[in-house]
């Protein structure tokens, strides 16, 4: 009796990398070596905003077991949107700026490391996150992060012209660019009954930010709980030192003046600030956070050993 070949679907963002012929080159190239390893591909090309999230949905729809998601970390929070709740195993080749959520994972970047751990089909599963806009109903689900003032405003103003040429450097180019002017809001975060003024938040469900920064160094994906950063400060020279403390090993420090930590399942936040989730400017206040009950299974190398913060008030 033959056994029954794996079939997983591709939904690659042509734009990717570099784009254009080498990113076709290099897709064609990763579907040779999935299919040496007994693995048929069906490839998806997304062409528009959206396309991640319709292509994903089908997917789902049409009984697919495992999708393999090949962009930065936009095209993964895009495709999430159409496998939340289901029974979709996710993959990822990266292929972005930043890839923050590979990095978490410990995913390899080289199409043959990619081709190998997804043959393996060793999964983890991980909790995501989910902004919801209380007057419109919308729902945006996220893996890594949401944020809420100056790194909305430096994610608005970052040119993407620049940000393909230069990759991360964008950010850093546009962040310490915009700190100059910046006029901080002040909005509010309630968590747990208590209310905190606040000119920056971060709601992390992952350990890095961006890139090597770690602003939320106790959130981990396979808990379904939020670690929340809530800085309440005009200074530009106290966020300078949060992001010099975040570039540290072992990330942004609890005792900090002016910086908050709380872990929570559930948070909101009121005001006039801006809101970016997992690297795209989204949503308007008010908007309630919570964590999805049923794990997404994400197809990723086994968990290594983590020190854990375990220091935190815990709210829920």
């Known amino acids: 009796m ?28 990763f579907c040779e070596l999935l299919g040496a390893r007994g693995i048929e591909v069906e490839t998806l090309t997304t062409n528009a905003p959206g396309d991640a999230t319709r292509l994903a949905a089908e997917a789902a729809h ?25 029974r979709v195993r996710l993959g990822i080749w990266p292929a972005g700026t930043a890839n923050v959520l590979a990095r978490e994972l410990r995913l390899p970047f080289d199409a043959v490391g990619a081709a190998d751990v997804i043959a393996r089909g060793r999964t983890r599963r991980i909790y995501a996150g989910c902004a919801t ?10 893996f890594l992060m949401a944020g809420i003032g100056l790194d909305a405003s430096v994610v608005e103003r970052v040119r993407p012209r620049l940000k393909r040429r230069v990759g991360e450097g964008a950010f850093w180019v546009s ?33 890095h930010y961006g890139g090597d920064i770690s602003v939320t160094p106790g959130a981990r994906l396979d808990e379904p709980e939020f670690e929340i950063c809530i800085v309440n400060s005009h200074s530009r020279l106290r966020f300078l030192q949060l992001l010099a403390h975040g570039l540290r090993r072992n990330g942004v420090r609890r005792e ?8 929570a399942t559930r948070a909101r936040a009121t005001g006039e600030a801006r809101m970016q989730i997992d690297g795209e400017l989204t949503g308007r206040l008010p908007v309630t956070f919570g964590i999805e009950p049923v794990p997404v299974e994400v197809i990723a190398p086994p968990q290594e050993a983590r020190d854990g913060w375990r220091g935190y008030q815990r709210l829920r």
């Not at 049409?62 to 289901?86: F, K, M, P, Y």
């Not at 806009?133 to 996220?142: N, Q």
């Not at 900090?256 to 872990?263: F, K």
Request: charged share 25%.
């Open 62 to 86: 049409d009984g697919v077991r495992e999708v393999i998601v090949s962009g930065g970390d936009g095209t993964i929070n895009e495709a999430l949107q159409g496998l939340v709740g289901g």
């Open 256 to 263: 900090m003046p002016g910086v908050r930590y709380v872990r």
């Open 133 to 142: 806009e209380e007057v419109s109903g919308a729902r945006r689900y996220f």
């Open 175 to 207: 962040g310490l660019g915009h700190l100059v002017s910046w006029q901080p809001i002040v909005f509010s975060v309630e968590v747990g009954g208590r209310i905190y003024p606040a000119t920056f938040a971060a709601f992390g469900r992952a350990a």
């Open 2 to 29: 033959t056994e029954k070949k794996r079939t997983i679907r591709l939904i690659s963002n042509p734009n990717a990398g570099r784009g254009g012929r080498r990113r076709a080159a290099e897709v064609a190239r």
